[in-house]
């Protein structure tokens, strides 16, 4: 498929998927009323988008959860984009350099060691506690791995795998250390957490989201001539004239960035990163001038349907979109490599 054929139908497709996502919920609202709503928040002359029932449901809890989905869909997509550039390997992830696994474990320390109190009260600037931790201990654990990788040589990416599958290991022991001394309620917050979930959605996660997709997306395209680069190896791509360690550089941070403000506001959400970018790949080709917006904006819809379905499957009560994201993708990826093996043999 060409590839400016996909972005304008992945283009086109967002809209109408986003107002479907804003009429599905325990309370159906019509696309009537939706866009009733919708008016009635422009119109200044109106009691305001929270008159209503439907206005009070869309302006509180489904506008801005649908948004963050998007917004964090948007980043595990592109995320994973850089990441398997930077490897060279169409299966790599953002959770290769920790920044996942070191998030979790930073969640799950601030809900042991704040208990119900912080968890209830601790509050900054829209964000709680937990999700500064997680932050904290996403962003923590790639600078350790960038650190262990980097020498006066330069930063290797096999010794940058190798780090992160140590950090992750070390996360995943703390926490497993932290499940094991908590109590049932903070138990269920640590299960709940690493689920991954848009339920706490609110405006000022939009906002944090909405920061980390800006600088990723006026960013990372800026690098897509060099990730082609580095699809031929290091050294061709030094001979192309590409500073590689600045690049490495900056991927890492960007990376730690988008994913450690994605798993602040929504949990640990899996697949997104790895099947997206794998997909729209097979679709149009390696071009990252192109396969990173496509992944983009594929990302948002697939975060976007995977909560639609999460509030409907088990009304009144709801899905983790996490795990809807891994029961919906892992079939399809599998089937991928089936189909990808088959072509090989022949």
């Given at each position: 498929?060409?590839?400016?054929?996909?972005?304008?139908?992945?283009?086109?497709?967002?809209?109408?998927?986003?107002?479907?996502?804003l009429?599905?919920?325990?309370?159906?609202?019509?696309?009537?009323?939706?866009?009733q709503?919708?008016?009635?928040a422009?119109?200044?002359?109106?009691?305001?988008?929270?008159?209503?029932?439907?206005?009070?449901?869309?302006?509180?809890?489904?506008?801005?959860?649908?948004?963050?989905?998007?917004?964090v869909?948007?980043?595990l997509?592109v995320?994973?984009?850089?990441m398997?550039?930077?490897?060279?390997?169409?299966?790599?992830?953002?959770?290769?350099?920790?920044?996942?696994?070191?998030?979790?474990?930073?969640?799950?320390?601030?809900?042991?060691?704040?208990?119900g109190?912080?968890?209830?009260?601790?509050?900054?600037a829209?964000?709680?506690?937990?999700?500064l931790?997680?932050?904290?201990?996403?962003?923590?654990?790639?600078?350790?791995?960038?650190?262990?990788?980097?020498?006066?040589?330069?930063?290797?990416?096999?010794?940058m795998?190798?780090?992160g599958?140590?950090?992750?290991?070390?996360?995943?022991a703390?926490?497993s250390?932290?499940?094991?001394?908590?109590d049932?309620?903070?138990?269920?917050?640590?299960?709940?957490?690493?689920?991954?979930?848009?339920?706490?959605?609110?405006?000022?996660?939009?906002?944090?989201?909405?920061?980390?997709?800006a600088?990723?997306?006026?960013?990372?395209?800026?690098?897509?001539?060099?990730?082609?680069?580095?699809l031929?190896?290091?050294?061709?791509?030094?001979?192309?004239?590409?500073?590689?360690?600045?690049?490495k550089?900056?991927l890492?941070?960007?990376?730690?960035?988008?994913i450690?403000?994605?798993?602040?506001?929504?949990g640990?959400?899996?697949?997104?990163?790895?099947?997206v970018?794998?997909?729209?790949?097979?679709?149009?080709?390696?071009?990252?001038?192109?396969?990173?917006?496509?992944?983009?904006?594929?990302?948002?819809?697939?975060?976007?349907?995977?909560?639609?379905?999460?509030?409907?499957?088990v009304?009144?009560?709801?899905?983790?979109?996490?795990i809807?994201?891994?029961?919906?993708?892992?079939?399809?990826?599998?089937?991928?490599?089936?189909?990808?093996?088959?072509?090989?043999?022949?």
């Amino acid at each position: 498929m060409a590839p400016r054929r996909l972005l304008l139908i992945l283009g086109c497709c967002l809209v109408p998927l986003m107002v479907i996502a804003l009429m599905m919920g325990p309370v159906f609202i019509s696309p009537t009323g939706v866009l009733q709503a919708t008016l009635d928040a422009i119109d200044a002359t109106t009691a305001g988008p929270g008159s209503t029932r439907d206005g009070l449901i869309l302006f509180s809890i489904r506008f801005p959860r649908v948004l963050l989905a998007g917004l964090v869909g948007v980043c595990l997509a592109v995320c994973g984009t850089a990441m398997q550039g930077l490897f060279r390997n169409p299966l790599a992830d953002p959770s290769l350099i920790g920044v996942s696994s070191g998030a979790s474990a930073g969640a799950s320390l601030m809900i042991v060691m704040g208990g119900g109190a912080m968890l209830q009260g601790g509050q900054f600037a829209g964000l709680s506690i937990v999700a500064l931790g997680a932050f904290a201990g996403g962003f923590l654990a790639v600078l350790l791995v960038y650190r262990l990788a980097t020498s006066a040589t330069g930063t290797s990416v096999a010794t940058m795998l190798l780090a992160g599958i140590a950090i992750s290991a070390l996360a995943g022991a703390l926490n497993s250390l932290l499940s094991f001394v908590a109590d049932d309620e903070m138990l269920r917050r640590i299960s709940l957490w690493q689920m991954g979930s848009l339920d706490a959605a609110n405006w000022p996660r939009v906002w944090f989201a909405a920061v980390a997709v800006a600088v990723v997306m006026v960013l990372l395209p800026r690098e897509g001539a060099a990730l082609n680069a580095f699809l031929l190896g290091e050294s061709e791509a030094r001979h192309l004239g590409i500073a590689v360690d600045a690049v490495k550089r900056r991927l890492i941070l960007m990376t730690a960035l988008a994913i450690g403000i994605s798993v602040a506001v929504a949990g640990t959400i899996s697949f997104v990163g790895l099947i997206v970018p794998h997909i729209v790949r097979l679709l149009i080709g390696p071009d990252h001038r192109y396969l990173i917006p496509a992944s983009a904006l594929a990302g948002a819809m697939l975060l976007i349907i995977a909560d639609a379905f999460a509030r409907v499957l088990v009304a009144p009560a709801e899905l983790p979109a996490g795990i809807l994201t891994a029961l919906l993708g892992t079939p399809f990826f599998l089937s991928l490599l089936g189909q990808k093996r088959r072509i090989g043999e022949v």
